[in-house]
C-alpha cells in the first residue's frame, strides 16, 4: 500500500525560506513520477514542481524560487522553499505516479504538473506566509 506523509509546514514571513518534505512508502522509488500541488480555498489545485529521474518542472511563479528534490536512499520528496511571498500562501501536496509521466516536445521531456497522471496523494501540509 503506498503511503505519503508531508511533513515542515509552517507559518513564515514573506521572504524567508521552509522545506517540506514527504515520506513515501509503498512506491518502487526510482521508477516513479513525483510532485508538489498545492491548493487555497476556492482556487483550483495547481502543480507546482515535478520530478523524475532525468528532469524536474515548476510552475512559472516559483521558478528560481522553489526547487524539487528527491532522495531516494531515504524515499523521500523535498520542496526547499526560498523567497516566500504571500501568494504560496496553500496547503501543500505531494503525489507520485507509478511510473514515468513526462510530455516531450522536440526531444526534451518535462515530467508532468497534471493532476490527472498522478496516482497517489498525502494529506496535505499548510504553508502561510505573512507580509
Known amino acids: 500500500q503506498v503511503q505519503l506523509v508531508e511533513s515542515g509546514g509552517g507559518s513564515v514571513q514573506a521572504g524567508e525560506s521552509l522545506r517540506i518534505s514527504c515520506a513515501a512508502s509503498g512506491l518502487t522509488y526510482g521508477g516513479t513520477t513525483m510532485a508538489w500541488f498545492r491548493q487555497t480555498p476556492g482556487k483550483e489545485r495547481e502543480g507546482v514542481a515535478s520530478?523524475?529521474?532525468?528532469?524536474?518542472t515548476y510552475t512559472d511563479s516559483v521558478k528560481g524560487r522553489f526547487t524539487i528534490s528527491k532522495d531516494n536512499a531515504k524515499n523521500t520528496l523535498y520542496l526547499q522553499m526560498n523567497s516566500l511571498k504571500p501568494d504560496d500562501t496553500a496547503m501543500y501536496y505531494c503525489?507520485?505516479?507509478?511510473?514515468?509521466?513526462?510530455?516531450?516536445?522536440?526531444?526534451?521531456?518535462?515530467?508532468?504538473?497534471?493532476?490527472?497522471?498522478?496516482?497517489?496523494w498525502g494529506q496535505g501540509t499548510q504553508v502561510t506566509v505573512s507580509s
Open positions: 503525489a507520485a505516479a507509478a511510473g514515468l509521466r513526462t510530455y516531450c516536445r522536440g526531444g526534451l521531456c518535462s515530467a508532468s504538473l497534471k493532476g490527472s497522471d498522478f496516482d497517489y
Open positions: 520530478i523524475t529521474e532525468s528532469s524536474t
